[in-house]
């Protein structure tokens, strides 16, 4: 459905570091859905400045990208617009980049696999005002307090490991690993890491070791 000729154009950024995506994409949204793509990044340094100079209605922003990744430019643009609004559409189903992303404040996380009829439906819904649920595949992601992945990295803080080897350990990036330390932080409402231990025991999540070093 095209925009009618009395309404005014919903202005798009693209941020995906893969050229080839965002000719289709600026193709497809102009021409089919009658959108205006007024900017294109390709990486999350770029972005903020564009975002910056265009101020568009909706950003949409790729997970995995070079200097910057999708998440952190995420956490930047927000921080720094709090107006703006940024639907995640990435090839990543990973549950923990979803949730990441939107505990980050992304109005929406799309996989790049979805319709163009339905991508023009979510812009027009998040430009509404809307929030557009994740994937299926999110569902799970955290049950109780912690995810499973933030009861390892919690069992990982316990032994007194820093976020360096908590990223070694579980082969992630220090980003990512200082990411769940934070996520535990404020889903246990810890105030360090010591708290958050002390309460990983008291809700149950940890357990004593029953064998000396374990």
Known sequence: MNTSGGSPEIRVML???HPVMRVGLSSVLTLSHGFAVVAQAENGLSAIDLY???TPDIVLLDVSMERMDGIDTLRRLVGDFPA???IMLTSSQAPE???MAMTAGARGYLVKTIHHEAL???IR???AGGVIDPPASALGFR???LSKREVEVLGLVRQGYSNNE???ILGISERTARAHVSAILAALGAADRAQAVALGFELGILRPSLRPGG
């Open 125 to 127: 819904t998040v430009h």
């Open 84 to 86: 703006a609004r940024v």
């Open 143 to 145: 049950q109780g307090p």
């Open 52 to 54: 910056r100079e265009h």
């Open 120 to 122: 023009a439906a979510a």
């Open 97 to 99: 980049d979803i949730g």
């Open 166 to 168: 908590i990223a070694a």
């Open 15 to 17: 941020v995906d570091d």
